[in-house]
């Protein structure tokens, strides 16, 4: 099983669409949870952490379920410049006080006029 | 604040050659972060510093790939000889300090093709 799994995609969606992406980990020792984003032959950037409570930022919000292992992110009302590539990333705490962050394929979306 | 800086952006070489890339962190992170992102996957870490100390390079392919950070500013990382396998974008990150919530900076990348 992979560390860190997301949906395939890609996802295409028409403006003002919601779309929901899914993450699972594989590893129940993990720290901290996050998506980035990543713009088409750009550098990825931290989008936001997510929390056990569930946080919300805007259109978008992002869930964990430790008990599953489960990570989601949900874009409403969706923009043409929510394209984008979104990667799960999971934190996992590598020994000696140290952390490594471990990404997942990522999730292609294109949002369309 | 400046981010973080690397060079060069795109680097064409031929298999069995040497390749060098160069990495300048956001000033005051003490940690930095070698990643390799080959194309449709997310990024890979090979290489993690703490100041200018190795704590993490168990994904480095160590028969070709060298990496340093002197003085515990810049980095460098090396591939000698490349293979046409190593054709990637090689991200460099750096964080404030290694904690349970660090958020890495990510540099452009530089963009390598291996012939």
């Known amino acids: 099983r992979k560390e860190v799994e997301q949906d395939p995609g890609p996802f295409n969606v028409p403006e003002g669409a919601t779309v929901a992406f899914n993450c699972t980990y594989s590893?129940?020792?993990?720290?901290?949870f996050f998506w980035y984003r990543q713009d088409c032959r750009k550098e990825p950037k931290l989008l936001m952490s997510?929390?056990?409570s569930g946080n919300e930022d805007g259109r978008f919000t992002a869930q964990l379920n430790r008990a599953s292992q489960y990570i989601s992110l949900l874009i409403r009302d969706s923009k043409l410049s929510d394209s984008a590539t979104y990667l799960c990333?999971?934190?996992?705490?590598?020994?000696?006080?140290?952390?490594?962050?471990?990404f997942g394929k990522g999730t292609l979306l294109t949002v369309n006029p | 604040e400046a981010g973080v800086a690397q060079s060069p952006r795109y680097k064409i070489i031929e298999k069995r050659q040497s390749v060098a890339f160069w990495c300048n962190p956001i000033?005051?992170?003490?940690?930095l972060y070698w990643y390799q992102q080959i194309l449709g996957q997310g990024p890979k870490l090979l290489i993690q510093?703490?100041?200018?100390?190795?704590?993490?390079d168990s994904q480095l392919p160590k028969d070709r790939f060298s990496a340093e950070r002197l003085k515990g500013v810049d980095s460098t990382l090396k591939i000698q000889p490349a293979k046409l396998e190593d054709s990637a974008v090689y991200l460099c990150?750096?964080?404030?300090?290694?904690?349970?919530?660090?958020?890495?900076?990510f540099g452009p990348g530089t963009r390598l093709t291996v012939l």
């Open positions: 990150a750096s964080s404030r300090r290694v904690s349970s919530y660090n958020e890495q900076f």
């Open positions: 590893n129940s020792a993990s720290q901290s």
């Open positions: 997510v929390y056990s």
């Open positions: 990333v999971v934190n996992l705490e590598s020994g000696g006080s140290n952390y490594k962050l471990t």
């Open positions: 000033s005051g992170h003490a940690t």
């Open positions: 510093f703490q100041n200018n100390g190795v704590v993490d």
